[in-house]
């Protein structure tokens, strides 16, 4: 630590620092491009020039990049000096050279980092009369849009895609004055991590396409501090509206979790709430209806049902919705739970218990700096800055490896990835548990990706365990928490959940009560259920259950912002807000509490699922508490967090371990020997699969098999199966991957929907000729 | 396509070598350096062979070298000796930089252009030429050189660029 002058003010500074992060630091600005805290210093665009005022005063001062210009102490340095001025105005109008004077129709407008420049340092005419160079733009898929004569090659585009994201169909093409960041064809670009090209680009070469679709100018949009409401993770965001609706999403820094980027379900996730099919308008005995009259027919229906009432909230519900469906169903005397499938529920259960008990899960800094990891499942899907942080910790060297049953893109960064069918997952934590008491790795060959992830476990010194919750069981769970124990006080453990609130959810519903709920309403002792931003009828293995099971019901009553299975199946259906539309409090993986604000309304009335659940209670003549004292009695000193606050871990009553035995399908019947995975990717979230843009993005529907095992059983690649579960059958291409347990076929969500199996249950195949 | 007899020589030796290197290079994973490191002599070679790389060219080296296609787009538009779109049986490359540029390699460019009646960078109808500006050869001391088929030329002249052109087109 020592302190450098700049301008006559002492800065202090950070060895290894450079002149530009100092002075980044005091909050003094010097102009730059090319540098960027996340990717450092590169020296391309020359434009932090400095003045360096020699110690030896004989000396004439010289000009230094502040990017590249270590610190030492006493070191003099000016930014306002003429000569330093100069230089940046020369570059400024260098780089002005070939980019069009299209600012006023340009997207980037208002929020340009050339524009601010140019304004501050640039010359204010154009001298140079000549030709510009002009370039053709790709096609970059449908989130993405291209402007090539824009660009000022700073390289920041490559730098975080291929450096940073480990991306690799995004490259710098040709030399000189033609440099050209683009893809070698046309094309979506594959990395999930590709929006954030759009707010690193410093002009307005990559634009938000979906944005673009429906543009406002920056100055005109509403903000307010939000959180992503797309997976466990919570990433910070900042929505922007204009005329009642939603256009675009970006990124707000958050110092411990994301802190420049978010991922592109996140950042176009958003379109579910201005989807063609969202319900705005309450619904009753298949009309729409006004809300008053809504509230009258759910009171009625309530009343008429005496104590038969069961309540599902949700795990992508905030914690104020899901604590006053609790409440309601307290007065009331019926059920509430926040899961619709019991495994599920175990499993959150389990791991929120688990990690109680170790010690919370790491932030997605501390996440950046471990040095080994083992993985199960495919994160990507679920946690997709998880997997972005730990592409972080894999440049820095860390040993990674991973256990999975379907294809996950983290497998091509790993040290050791080893499939593992999903019933096998078990078997398998268990030895890597028994190796690992053991204290030394045994030389048996035939067990060498165990030994070798063993031994990078106990080579390591910083560790991380983390599994994806829904290709988990509730038995897994619980061993990983204890390879956690075992492999000392350092290791750290993390569940990505299913739901941004999963972590509240569990908080708030009794293990065992989402099974208890499913057999009350199969034996028509609950005769209205009312569910709260859920989807029972349309979950994979526990759907068509619940489908028959509803049949008994008196009244459906739904509560949600997106038109799922259960909400087209309501019988009277409240629509509710949006996310961005209303405040409220999630709990990320981590178990931190974060708020958020409204950041528009709608010409609609749209209620929070909190206010909806008052009103109904007051209907029914009860007066529920506030949210916030409600949540007060449940977690002693809770106070709301303030959004646009850090948020701070929750504290709550511990969570015993759920002793509930496992769920079985009855597929003892099924003879066969392949087993179902669910395979995966980015965009795969109940509110994103309503947004448009992305699921253009959506993987071809096939089943994935592992070569050796369909060799085995004649099966080709690209030839017909026919694969029959519990409620129904579908034929499917054939794809070989490696990716794959042997023995197993990964299909997606929708396919596990229609034929009525989970991960792990078992599949009839048939050859289709 | 006529190349000087040594390189059309190191060439050959490099595709001989790069076939035998293909096989093992495969066994090795993607990320090897090994196969990072093949790229450009793969590229030569497959462009000594073609004349030019083609989409399905530049596929072919990713499975050699592991590398993504973006990646070796990088590459391949990176080098100016790398050629990605078609190109006739002589290549022509006269210098446009500095010392060349003082000494008339503009008019010659134009001279050229006019010449074969196709603009830079194309393959006359006959196939037999194209014509590109190059970038200094060291040759400043035979300005305005030029770069004919890996030989390097200069100083030229209008008339001696016309005959040259001449004789190439009539060359197989």
Redesign the interface.
């Known amino acids: 630590m020592g302190t450098i002058l700049i301008d006559g003010h002492i800065i202090p500074f950070k060895p290894g620092d450079n002149i530009l992060q100092a002075a980044l630091e005091a909050n003094l600005e010097i102009p730059h491009f090319c540098y960027h805290a996340a990717l450092g210093s590169l020296g391309a665009c020359r434009l932090c020039a400095v003045e360096i005022t020699p110690k030896d005063s004989s000396k004439a001062p010289r000009i230094a990049m502040a990017c590249l210009e270590p610190l030492e102490d006493g070191l003099e340095v000016s930014i306002s000096a003429i000569a330093a001025q100069q230089v940046r105005q020369h570059v400024i109008e260098f780089l002005m050279i070939n980019h069009p004077h299209d600012c006023p129709i340009c997207d980037e407008g208002g929020e340009c980092h050339l524009q601010d420049m140019t304004v501050a340092c640039g010359p204010p005419y154009r001298r140079y009369r000549g030709r510009k160079r002009t370039f053709s733009n790709q096609n970059l898929g449908p989130l993405i849009h291209h402007e090539m004569n824009r660009c000022i090659t700073c390289y920041r585009c490559t730098r975080f895609y291929q450096d940073y994201a480990l991306g690799?169909?995004?490259?710098?093409?040709?030399?000189r004055n033609e440099v050209?960041f683009g893809?070698?064809?046309d094309g979506p670009l594959e990395n999930p991590f590709a929006g954030n090209l759009v707010e690193i680009c410093p002009t307005g070469v990559f634009t938000d396409a979906i944005f673009r679709q429906h543009f406002a100018r920056v100055w005109d949009l509403k903000t307010a501090p939000s959180i992503c409401p797309h997976c466990s993770v919570g990433c910070n965001t900042l929505p922007g509206a204009r005329d009642g609706t939603l256009r675009r999403v970006r990124n707000r820094a958050h110092p411990e979790l994301n802190r420049w980027f978010i991922c592109d379900r996140g950042r176009y996730g958003h379109q579910y709430s201005e989807h063609s099919a969202r319900p705005l308008a309450p619904r009753a005995s298949g009309a729409d209806t006004s809300y008053h009259d809504a509230l009258t027919a759910a009171a009625s229906q309530i009343k008429s049902a005496q104590d038969c009432i069961g309540g599902l909230g949700s795990a992508r519900e905030d914690l104020e919705g899901n604590a006053m469906l609790q409440a309601l169903l307290n007065t009331l005397g019926g059920i509430y739970t926040a899961f619709s499938d019991p495994e599920l529920e175990t499993a959150t259960i389990a791991a929120v218990s688990s990690l109680q008990n170790t010690g919370n899960a790491p932030s997605l800094a501390e996440i950046e700096l471990i040095d080994a990891a083992l993985i199960i499942g495919d994160l990507t899907a679920y946690a997709p800055m998880i997997d972005l942080a730990l592409r972080q910790a894999y440049r820095k060297g860390a040993k990674l490896a991973l256990l999975h049953s379907s294809p996950t893109p983290l497998a091509q960064f790993a040290t050791t990835a080893m499939t593992v069918s999903p019933q096998e997952m078990r078997t398998t934590l268990s030895r890597l548990y028994q190796l690992i008491n053991a204290q030394s790795a045994t030389e048996d060959m035939t067990e060498t990706p165990m030994t070798d992830i063993v031994a990078s476990l106990m080579g390591a010194r910083k560790l991380l365990l983390i599994g994806a919750i829904e290709t988990l069981t509730a038995q897994e769970v619980p061993i990983l928490a204890k390879l956690a124990t075992a492999l000392g006080s350092d290791t750290r453990l993390a569940y990505a959940f299913s739901g941004a609130n999963a972590y509240g959810a569990a908080l708030l519903s009794p293990a065992g009560s989402a099974m208890v709920m499913l057999e009350a309403v199969e034996a028509g002792q609950i005769r209205i259920l009312i569910v709260a931003g859920n989807d029972p009828l349309g979950d994979s293995r526990f759907g068509p259950r619940w489908r028959a099971a509803c049949r008994n019901l008196s009244a459906l009553i739904v509560l949600d912002c997106i038109l799922t299975a259960t909400a087209k199946a309501a019988d009277i259906l409240f629509p509710v807000a949006a996310w961005t539309e209303r405040g409220g409090t999630f709990i990320n993986y981590e178990g931190r509490a974060q708020g958020f604000a409204p950041v528009f309304h709608r010409p609609e009335y749209l209620p929070s699922v909190a206010e909806v659940i008052t009103d109904l209670g007051q209907y029914l003549g009860h007066s529920l508490q506030a949210a916030p004292s409600v949540l007060g009695d449940i977690f002693s000193d809770f106070e709301i967090p303030k959004p646009g606050t850090t948020g701070s871990l929750i504290i709550a009553p511990s969570l015993p371990m759920p002793t509930t035995p496992p769920v079985h399908s009855a597929q003892e019947s099924c003879s066969s020997m392949w087993q179902a995975a669910l395979t995966s990717w980015y965009g795969d979230e109940a509110l994103a699969s309503f947004a448009p843009g992305l699921m253009v993005l959506i993987p071809e529907t096939v089943a994935m098999i592992e070569p050796t095992s369909a060799i085995d059983a004649g099966i080709k690649n690209g030839s017909q199966i026919k694969l029959r579960g519990s409620s129904g059958s579908m034929v499917l291409p054939v794809q070989l991957n490696q990716g794959v347990a042997t023995g197993t076929i990964a299909i997606a969500r929708n396919v596990l929907a229609q034929l009525g199996v989970g991960h792990g249950d078992l599949l009839e195949l048939e050859q289709v000729l | 396509m006529s190349w000087p007899t040594s390189i059309a020589k190191g060439i050959t030796d490099m595709n001989n070598i790069l076939k035998g290197l293909q096989k093992d290079l495969l066994h090795l994973p993607r990320t090897h350096p090994k196969r990072r490191a093949t790229a450009i002599p793969a590229m030569q070679a497959l462009q000594a062979e073609l004349g030019y790389l083609d989409d399905a060219a530049i596929k072919k080296i990713t499975q050699i070298t592991g590398l993504s296609t973006a990646e070796v787009e990088e590459l391949a538009t990176f080098y100016s000796l790398i050629y990605r779109r078609p190109t006739g049986r002589h290549i022509v490359r006269i210098c446009d930089s500095v010392c060349c540029s003082m000494r008339g390699a503009d008019q010659l460019l134009t001279a050229a252009e006019e010449y074969i009646r196709t603009s830079l960078g194309t393959v006359t109808p006959d196939g037999a030429l194209t014509v590109l500006p190059g970038i200094c050869l060291g040759l400043c001391d035979k300005a305005p050189a030029a770069l004919v088929d890996g030989e390097a030329l200069g100083p030229l002249n209008d008339a001696s660029l016309k005959a040259l052109l001449q004789r190439l087109q009539k060359e197989d």
């Open positions: 690799n169909d995004l490259g710098a093409m040709r030399l050209y893809r070698f064809q």
